[in-house]
């Protein structure tokens, strides 16, 4: 299929988007339903940040825990958990309206979903050719803003003002259990042929990879730096935005109610949907580095720093604030690559890059919302967007020192002149990148 995608994978990337569609459903309104119940603000952003704590530790451990013990498998457990620990959240934890016991089971359910979407990752990263490695990990995110965004904000749009929050919150698990079942049956496995071989002190040995190649491949803690830092804003604005455009507190206008804050940012996600397969397939063509850097990082705080001010000027303007959503949607989406450098910074190893990589996307989770955690009683609402844009601004900076082997392009990232191309075979020589499969170890579809 083209652009690296396999057919036999499709109903992967159908799992991704039917299971976070559950998994996006409270995102925009949960905040603002907890504070509706007398909690503060803070505790209502901790929430989401031990939430995201979790799930980076569950993203790390996703990447290789699939490549041992196959994906399939850990997209199952993750799916189980997932699903068993949003029943005890919704059915016990949020009527009792015990914050601590709140707080431990909403953080304990952030395993599920990494588990579940990190391990097709690696399934990615194992059976797509590393040249078309971006362009299938934006069918992935694709597929996954389709869930978590445009489904995941659009359908509670609709229900949540007849049913309200707390029902809406039980029509999620359909979704999830959809997903579940989608993977269960059509997701293809996969068989490791080296990790078989290995022993149990050789397979930990690999698991701590995840974590000790950080120090020990300096471009790749630079890329986990970069990997935090690309989603900021998406997951620390569903904490902030609808207390800051939907209430009063801490400095905020009410200008819009929640169902349109959710129409809001369901447009950033139908934007990312299409702005994830444009720039997977840009990145590929153009070079991965370059597009993150100039349009990731620039246009994202351009559009974090739109959000917060439009409605400061204009006050209740949709279309104004869906300009806003439509270039923090192109600024984000533009970040697609960032799957695809991490096994080209460390080839003999994918499986620990691939960890740090889902170790990273799930410190921004954690670090997202804990920003606002930090600075919304300080500084408020503008004081958190400033941090995100400038953290954006960072980034740009730390990219130029990121310099992965990308199929077709030098160690500066600018694309190899045809006359340097193999005359006998057609491949890259060496000197542009490794455009071979190798891996941690040899992967088949079965």
Not at 109 to 126: K, T, W
Not at 257 to 267: F, K, M
Request: glycine content about 12%; overall charge neutral.
């Amino acid at each position: 299929m083209a652009q690296g995608l396999m057919r036999r994978l499709l109903p992967g990337f159908l799992a991704i988007g039917v299971f976070m569609t559950g998994d996006g459903f409270e995102l925009t309104f949960l905040s603002k339903y907890v504070v509706d119940q007398g909690f503060s603000s803070a505790q209502a952003s901790m929430l989401f940040t031990m939430y995201g704590l979790v799930a980076a530790l569950a993203g790390w451990a996703s990447g290789v825990l699939a490549e041992l013990f196959g994906a399939k498998r850990i997209m199952l457990i993750g799916a189980i958990s997932w699903i068993g620990l949003h029943l005890v959240f919704i059915g016990v934890a949020l009527p009792s309206h015990m914050y601590p016991l709140m707080l431990l089971v909403y953080a304990l359910r952030g395993m599920g979903y990494p588990l579940f979407i990190y391990s097709f990752v690696v399934l990615l990263a194992q059976t797509v050719d590393p040249g078309k490695l971006a362009s299938a990990m934006g069918w992935f995110w694709t597929a996954y803003s389709f869930g978590i965004g445009v489904f995941g904000a659009y359908l509670p749009a609709f229900i949540t003002p007849v049913i309200g929050e707390y029902y809406s919150l039980w029509v999620s698990l359909p979704f999830s259990i959809a997903g579940m079942l989608i993977c269960l049956f059509f997701v293809p496995k996969t068989a490791n042929e080296n990790l078989d071989a290995m022993s149990t002190t050789e397979k930990l040995q690999e698991l701590s990879r995840g974590v000790t190649i950080l120090g020990q491949n300096r471009q790749i803690a630079l890329a986990a730096v970069l990997r935090v830092i690309c989603n900021l804003t998406l997951y620390g604005f569903p904490v902030i935005m609808p207390l800051y455009l939907a209430t009063h507190n801490n400095g905020g206008g009410a200008w819009f109610r929640v169902t349109e804050w959710s129409t809001i940012w369901g447009l950033l996600f139908v934007v990312t949907v299409f702005g994830n397969v444009f720039w997977g397939r840009m990145g590929d063509r153009f070079g991965w580095m370059r597009q993150m850097r100039w349009w990731g990082c620039w246009l994202s705080a351009l559009g974090t720093l739109a959000m917060y001010y439009v409605p400061q000027f204009l006050g209740h303007n949709l279309p104004a604030m869906y300009v806003c959503a439509v270039v923090l949607g192109m600024g984000i989406s533009a970040f697609v690559p960032m799957g695809a450098i991490f096994p080209a910074l460390e080839p003999e190893h994918k499986g620990a890059a691939v960890s740090a990589h889902n170790l990273a996307s799930g410190l921004t989770t954690f670090c997202g919302p804990f920003i606002a955690t930090i600075l919304l009683e300080t500084v408020g609402f503008a004081g958190v967007c400033w941090a995100y844009a400038i953290c954006y601004i960072g980034g740009s900076a730390i990219s130029i020192f990121i310099r992965p082997k990308q199929p077709g392009f030098d160690g500066h990232g600018r694309r190899i002149a045809a006359t340097e191309l193999d005359k006998t075979s057609g491949r890259v020589v060496s000197i542009g990148g490794d455009d071979s499969m190798t891996a941690t170890a040899v992967a088949t579809v079965t």
